[in-house]
């Protein structure tokens, strides 16, 4: 038998182990409690994803029938849009002389032909519209028809419009009024309103002047033809657009559109100068000089003008002006052989503004006292407001005073780098030195600073000539 201190030992040794029993069940159940929490947790979780999968699978499905019905709305409004600038677009002759039924015609015959060529195109649905909008000067185009001698009655040109406009529902001719390229600013929020609508199939522009050739740069692709855009224009198109016409796809409607631009005659009063017209004078008028011209460009074959020869200038400084020139018989009209029957451009097609001699002090006397002269009245020789026009007539301008005035007239910045209107007052070209702009906010564009003057071409809008000439000086010169 053991003896007692052997049993005591033993007793505390199963006490030690009793104890490490006790705490080790008692570690076992807090284990066990975390576990259960983590598996309710993540129990949580599971659910959670299954809903979120649940919500987002619903959301894709809807996304899905949306797209659907947003498709099927899509092919059952479908149309092509035909945008023309009726001042450089004018219809045939035989068709305008005709009064409103030959409106109505050919407004069917361009719908006609317009549905022939969108059969060409791949995209074609036989259940595709065709909106038809052109835009002009409508008082401008009266009288150019009734100057070329097309017709005689000027109401036949405006019945020809009207009878256009209500050849059918989708045809429509707005008049743009006789302010500067408001046609051209119509045409081009059009096309962009058309151009960004996804109903539209194609936009088919027709429009020839080289005004528009930055306009449709802007929506030219970079690698290839945008076939999106057609161009509608006559065979025979301006250089400058050629290049831009190039990049599109082009068609002709030679059945209902001239293929040159009205001609017209001189009359003894004649409205604004109209974009796309060309004018001629009289073989019959008297020359008449308004003064010896500015050094600027001469033939290519001819020695430069020397710019120091301001002689002429000088002298007229104080000499009286001659009534003959400046005091016409009527009051708001003076002859067109005054005004200036020629423009200049570069080697791009860029407008360039004629250097012009002018006075200082009479500039400085302009902008100071805030002179109330009409630039149509003194620079385009024609005020179609006459007497009711609110700016001053009555002053009697020496040439180089005239030339001062269009000096500053031309701080004003044209919106159109090609502008090809022969009597445009406004500035083409940023009139500080190359490089020396450093203005934000400069009226001029981009393309209107450093404008390269390498080559110098005069352009003759009468004949359509294009001639090389050698520039004598880039820039307006002062007298002091």
Not at 434 to 458: L, R, T, W
Request: charged share 25%.
């Amino acid at each position: 038998m053991a003896s007692p201190k052997e049993r005591l030992d033993l007793f505390r040794r199963q006490e030690t182990n009793q104890a490490g029993l006790r705490n080790d069940l008692l570690d076992a159940s807090f284990t066990s409690a975390e576990f259960l929490e983590k598996i309710e947790s993540l129990q949580k979780e599971l659910d959670q994803s299954r809903n979120a999968e649940k919500h987002y699978y619903d959301l894709m499905n809807q996304a899905m029938q949306e797209n659907r019905d947003l498709q099927k709305s899509m092919d059952c409004n479908r149309f092509i849009a035909a945008l023309i600038d009726g001042d450089s677009m004018p219809f045939l002759d035989k068709f305008v002389v005709r009064g409103f039924d030959g409106g109505v015609e050919v407004g069917r015959r361009l719908r006609l032909a317009l549905s022939n060529y969108h059969r060409t195109n791949p995209l074609h649905r036989g259940d595709d519209k065709i909106v038809i909008y052109i835009s002009a000067n409508l008082h401008g185009l009266t009288w150019a028809y009734t100057l070329a001698g097309i017709t005689q009655e000027q109401s036949r040109v405006r019945d020809f419009f009207v009878g256009l406009s209500q050849s059918h529902p989708l045809t429509s001719f707005v008049d743009a009024g006789q302010q500067k390229e408001a046609a051209d600013s119509k045409l081009r929020a059009q096309v962009e309103l058309y151009y960004s609508n996804s109903h539209c199939q194609q936009v088919i522009f027709g429009g020839s002047d080289c005004g528009y050739a930055p306009f449709l740069d802007m929506l030219a692709n970079a690698e290839d033809i945008n076939r999106r855009v057609t161009i509608l224009s006559p065979a025979h198109m301006p250089h400058r657009m050629l290049r831009t016409v190039a990049q599109f796809l082009r068609v002709d409607f030679p059945e209902i559109f001239r293929a040159t631009k009205i001609v017209t005659i001189q009359s003894d009063i004649e409205p604004l100068p109209l974009s796309g017209l060309k004018r001629r004078l009289n073989d019959e008028t008297p020359p008449q000089q308004r003064h010896p011209p500015p050094p600027f460009y001469s033939g290519s074959h001819e020695a430069p003008t020397d710019i120091n020869r301001v002689d002429e200038y000088s002298a007229g400084r104080h000499s009286p002006p001659n009534p003959d020139e400046y005091q016409p018989e009527n009051p708001f009209l003076i002859n067109n052989a005054l005004s200036a029957q020629t423009y200049y451009v570069n080697q791009y097609g860029q407008r360039l503004d004629q250097p012009l001699l002018y006075d200082k002090q009479y500039l400085r006397f302009l902008f100071t006292k805030k002179a109330r002269l009409c630039n149509n009245f003194y620079l385009r020789c024609h005020c179609p407001y006459g007497d009711s026009c609110q700016w001053d007539h009555s002053e009697d301008l020496t040439p180089l005073q005239i030339d001062t005035l269009r000096h500053k007239a031309r701080t004003s910045a044209c919106r159109d780098p090609y502008c090809n209107d022969v009597a445009c007052t406004l500035g083409h070209m940023c009139p500080r030195p190359p490089g020396a702009c450093h203005m934000d906010a400069c009226k001029f564009s981009e393309q209107q600073h450093n404008v390269c003057v390498e080559q110098v071409f005069e352009i003759d809008p009468a004949t359509g000539s294009r001639t090389q000439v050698t520039m004598s000086t880039p820039a307006d010169m002062a007298l002091d």
